[in-house]
């Protein structure tokens, strides 16, 4: 049997959504790479994770159990469409949808069809009443960063903020001055093959590329004269200063992004060693620095940079920088499902692994020397306080400079960098400059 694109589509973006809801999987690792509607199917799979509470709430008006994955993924996809996708056709997200679920005998066509067809016709209803739902509710966050954000922020710019993690994110990228190209010729360069891009606002070295865009399908990509990067991303690079000449650990490297840019500021003069822990992301890295032309100099290893063995062999370094795990709250709207893996748990976890991973590699700094703590996380544990706590244990270590960026008031992603100095001579503690 023939299926029309618009099911394909669909069909595929229930099968994730499955995988997502059984098993939690990251759903833009299964995103197909050849898919011609890739860009599609991001949107209905992204929008669905986002809005997967309100979802929720709405199918609560109309089903009474639970349905079991497959069927659930269609209802949830369904509604989503008929809600909050404006430019799809009401048949198109009923029927389509309901011809995907077809395509497995476990779909329940006929009940999805019903249901459906139930929100098509409530829909102004549904949508009003919605809207008088409480705010974690109504833009589909969990309650326990709701919660927080607003007694830190206040219910208006958490709103404010909310709304934006739920808009798809643009694409991105930063290109790179030792490829020999600038941000003006490479957006020429696409001009001319017919991509719509232009110069990001925040950033003099970013290009903000149409939505649904796939970064490797770009001009100039296989050359690497860009990477995927946000505005944000790029502070912990301006304060971390590498020179060339100096002695440079990026301590969690992949994917690469912040390595190629210090790699670039450094000219190949130096040393400059990208430290990742896991093998698949150490491959991923290692791929994107034989794109980037940085593989004969760049020295990708595998180990953890809070392990004392690990880090025994490499001597002192005059820069580090730290770009470390952390909850994700900065950028909810580039990942979707980050917000549904927030809990207070986590985040103590998080918490943890970063006062170790800071603990372990400051010592590793020469006197003088410079570390930078970044994350994309909103969240005052993660950021100023992890950093002011770590050098009040450390005496010697003083904090010189910070940079937050908040996605409303900046329009960028959010994320946090600070720089810590070792000093030569002990003091006391230190405080956020």
Not at 250 to 276: H, N, S
Not at 388 to 395: G, H, I, N, S
């Amino acid at each position: 049997m023939n299926l029309d694109p618009g099911t394909i589509s669909r069909q595929t973006a229930i099968r994730i959504l499955v995988r997502w809801i059984e098993l939690r999987d990251f759903p833009d690792r299964l995103l197909p790479d050849t898919a011609q509607d890739r860009g599609f199917v991001m949107d209905l799979v992204f929008g669905t994770v986002r809005g997967w509470r309100r979802l929720e709430w709405v199918l609560a008006q109309f089903v009474k159990r639970r349905p079991a994955p497959l069927p659930r993924a269609a209802l949830l996809l369904g509604v989503q469409q008929i809600l909050f996708m404006p430019d799809v056709a009401d048949h198109a997200a009923v029927h389509a949808t309901v011809e995907a679920a077809k395509q497995n005998p476990a779909g329940e066509p006929g009940f999805v069809n019903a249901v459906l067809r139930n929100v098509l016709r409530s829909r102004e209803t549904l949508l009003a009443e919605l809207a008088r739902q409480p705010l974690a509710v109504r833009e589909s966050h969990p309650d326990a960063l709701v919660t927080r954000w607003i007694e830190r922020m206040g219910a208006d710019t958490v709103e404010a903020l909310c709304v934006w993690n739920n808009a798809p994110a643009e694409t991105v990228v930063a290109v790179l001055p030792h490829r020999g190209t600038t941000p003006t010729a490479l957006l020429e360069q696409w001009e001319a093959a017919g991509v719509r891009a232009q110069l990001h606002p925040s950033h003099e070295a970013c290009l903000v590329v149409g939505h649904g865009a796939r970064v490797e399908a770009l001009p100039g990509y296989a050359e690497g004269l860009f990477v995927p990067q946000d505005p944000s991303t790029l502070a912990a690079v301006d304060l971390l200063q590498p020179r060339p000449g100096e002695r440079v650990l990026d301590a969690c490297a992949a994917p690469g992004g912040k390595t190629a840019r210090i790699a670039a500021v450094m000219q190949g003069q130096g040393t400059l060693v990208a430290l990742e822990r896991h093998a698949d992301r150490l491959c991923r890295l290692n791929e994107n620095l034989v794109r980037l032309g940085l593989d004969t100099w760049v020295q990708a290893r595998q180990g953890d940079a809070g392990d004392s063995a690990t880090l025994g062999e490499f001597g002192t370094f005059d820069r580090i920088l730290l770009d470390a795990p952390c909850t994700n709250t900065g950028v909810l709207r580039r990942r979707p499902d980050a917000r549904w893996r927030f809990t207070s748990a986590r985040l103590r976890t998080m918490v943890s692994r970063q006062h170790r991973l800071l603990t372990a590699l400051l010592p590793l700094l020469a006197p003088r020397g410079r570390l930078v703590y970044s994350t994309c996380s909103l969240e005052p544990e993660e950021n100023g306080e992890q950093a002011a706590t770590v050098c009040r244990e450390q005496p010697g270590f003083v904090i010189v400079a910070s940079r937050s960026h908040q996605p409303v008031r900046d329009g960028t992603d959010g994320a946090f960098a600070c720089a810590i100095e070792r000093k030569e001579v002990e003091s006391p503690a230190c405080s956020p400059a």
